[in-house]
């Protein structure tokens, strides 16, 4: 069972920055693949960003390409979501979730049923 707790989120204006915090539990989270998502209100779930376990590999949507970096600690046990030039169309609830398949260190997981496990979710509002 692995644990994602998300934190960071929060009204903004357009243009502004957020930098989102997940933190998860476990002793093997340099193994997980990580992901951030989001959904807006009667939209589907989508990916935004992506980083395999050894955090040397990364995947953006392309909303979000250039504006957008997903990090993480792995001695933290945390993934980031670093967040600039944000638009109005930003405006969801984004999750954390985490690829704990075998594959996790190496690959980057980009498609939903990669993943497992997932936080509860942080708001994100950006006003124009």
């Known amino acids: 069972q692995v644990q994602l707790v998300e934190s960071g989120g929060g009204l903004v204006q357009a243009g502004d920055s957020l930098r989102l915090s997940c933190a998860a539990s476990g002793r093997a989270f340099s193994s997980y693949g990580m992901g951030w998502f989001r959904q807006a209100p009667g939209k589907e779930r989508e990916i935004v960003a992506a980083?395999?376990?050894?955090?040397?590999?990364?995947y953006y949507s392309d909303s979000v390409k250039g504006r957008f970096t997903i990090s993480r600690d792995n001695a933290k046990n945390t993934v980031y979501l670093q967040m600039n030039s944000l638009k109005p169309e930003d405006t969801a609830v984004y999750y954390c979730?985490?690829?704990?398949?075998?594959?996790?260190?190496?690959?980057?997981?980009?498609?939903?049923?990669?993943?497992?496990?997932w936080g509860v979710g942080t708001q994100v509002t950006v006003s124009s």
């Open positions: 979730a985490a690829d704990t398949s075998f594959g996790g260190s190496w690959y980057v997981p980009r498609f939903r049923h990669n993943y497992d496990y």
């Open positions: 980083i395999n376990g050894n955090g040397d590999s990364t």
